[in-house]
């Protein structure tokens, strides 16, 4: 059984930094891509960040490019995306998921698995 569970939510001040991290089990994603997604109160789910699965090729969307670093520990099966000078619009669920293939996609319905979400909330 394929399981995804985050780790590494909080509650931090405008300014901050946290990392997520996303431990999967049931199978090896050392190949497969993996992103992280969030959804914050009456929005959509919304693409954050990626990583493939073969040359570790990363994808960010726009408001988090130069802030948010995702990166992976295949030997670990853990993803992780480290979130520096957060902002109260980072507000959010966040959401790590994993393909079964190895190319990133920003597109939701590209992922397979998905963990159950950790909050994360940014004070201004």
């Known amino acids: 059984q394929v399981q995804l569970v985050e780790s590494g939510g909080g509650l931090v001040q405008a300014g901050g930094s946290l990392r997520l991290s996303c431990a999967a089990s049931g199978r090896t994603f050392s190949s497969a891509a993996m992103g992280w997604f969030r959804q914050a109160p009456g929005k959509e789910r919304e693409f954050v960040s990626a990583i493939s699965g073969c040359l570790g090729s990363t994808l960010y969307r726009d408001s988090v490019k130069g802030r948010f670093t995702i990166s992976r520990d295949n030997a670990k099966n853990t993803v992780y995306l480290q979130m520096n000078n957060l902002k109260p619009e980072d507000t959010a669920v966040y959401y790590c998921?994993?393909?079964?293939?190895?190319?990133?996609?920003?597109?939701?319905?590209?992922?397979?698995?998905w963990g159950q979400g950790t909050q994360v909330t940014v004070s201004s």
């Open positions: 998921a994993a393909a079964r293939g190895p190319v990133y996609s920003s597109n939701y319905y590209s992922y397979n698995y």
